[in-house]
């Protein structure tokens, strides 16, 4: 099973590392929509603003060409952001279907009933599954131009070598005239980042500390979560904001029937959230072989959708 050697193969490494993709069980996406509606948590109302206040600017870019497509988006969750999107293409007459991917069936039927209620005439394909295995199936189903969303700045939660060959991969299941619009948080004050991932009310520790949590109950483990603490660094030359959890003693653990050792202060490296200046963001677009076509920002610029061209 793949979270079991994942899990084992972190922790065995120097130093130990869990993979932040493992922090979305039941709780863990519970607690996601807690962190969202955090007033340090900037990144969802900065986005938002965008969907709600530039959808022309959104929806111009997209219509640049009038031939019909397919709005594909990763990772679609509850898509507040993108109805905003969708109710404008709809009001613009826009021959469009719209096919989110998740991995959550259950997030996938929530959203598909919303979505028939708020706007019945919209043309509406659900894809369940992985995003690249979602992009080939999407292409199977029609060959119409691609308009793909990958929003929340999910891509700050890659490291730079693994976001360059995302968009590397990303490039291969699209054609010339696709657009990519992608959300990234961009670099500002460092106290307003490292805030949004540090809050007083410690909802963004227990986020990481119920991946021990899962572990415990999925791999039959006895981490003792008393004895781990959240700890949050944000790098202002990088752009990394990285969480980790420290474990308070020396202390053994046993993940099915596998005994890891904890030295005293020895940390777990839990999650990156880069972020970027919009001049990084266009490198990369570069060297994965799209082109800029533009990026709009929220009215404090602390974010960006950034549309990328085939
Ligand atoms: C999902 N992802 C973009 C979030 C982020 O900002 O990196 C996950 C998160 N981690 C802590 N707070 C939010």
């Given at each position: 099973m793949q979270f079991r050697f994942d899990v084992l193969e972190g922790l065995s490494s120097t130093p130990k590392k869990l993979h932040s993709?493992?922090?979305?069980?039941k709780t863990g996406d519970a607690l996601f929509q807690q962190i969202m509606a955090m007033?340090?948590?900037?990144l969802t109302n900065c986005e938002l603003d965008i969907f709600q206040n530039k959808t022309s600017e959104l929806s111009k870019i997209i219509l640049e060409t009038d031939a019909a497509f397919d709005l594909i988006e990763l990772?679609?969750?509850?898509?507040t952001k993108s109805a905003f999107l969708l109710k404008h293409l709809l009001n613009e007459k826009a021959n469009f279907n719209y096919m989110p991917i998740d991995i959550s069936a259950n997030i996938l039927s929530v959203l598909e009933s919303k979505l028939k209620e708020d706007l019945p005439e919209l043309s509406i394909t659900c894809l369940e599954g992985e995003y690249f295995r979602m992009l080939e199936k999407a292409a199977e189903l029609s060959s119409r131009r691609k308009v793909v969303l990958f929003l929340g700045s999910n891509i700050g939660n890659m490291e730079k070598e693994e976001a360059l060959s995302f968009c590397h991969s990303l490039n291969t299941y699209l054609s010339s005239g696709d657009i990519v619009l992608m959300g990234f948080d961009l670099k500002k004050n460092p106290q307003v980042i490292l805030d949004a991932y540090n809050d007083k009310s410690g909802i963004t520790a227990a986020f990481n500390l119920n991946l021990l949590t899962r572990i415990n109950r999925e791999l039959t483990a006895d981490f003792n979560i008393e004895k781990f603490q959240h700890y949050q660094t944000y790098d202002p030359l990088s752009g990394a904001c990285r969480s980790f959890l420290i474990s308070l003693e020396k202390q053994v653990v046993t993940i099915d029937g596998q005994l890891v050792n904890f030295e005293k202060d020895e940390l777990i490296y839990m999650e990156l959230s880069q972020k970027y200046a919009v001049e990084e963001s266009e490198l990369l677009a570069n060297s994965s072989g799209f082109a800029t076509i533009d990026h709009i920002m929220d009215s404090k610029s602390w974010f960006t959708d950034v549309a990328w061209l085939v």
């Open positions: 993709k493992y922090f979305y069980d007033p340090e948590y900037y990772g679609a969750g509850d898509g």
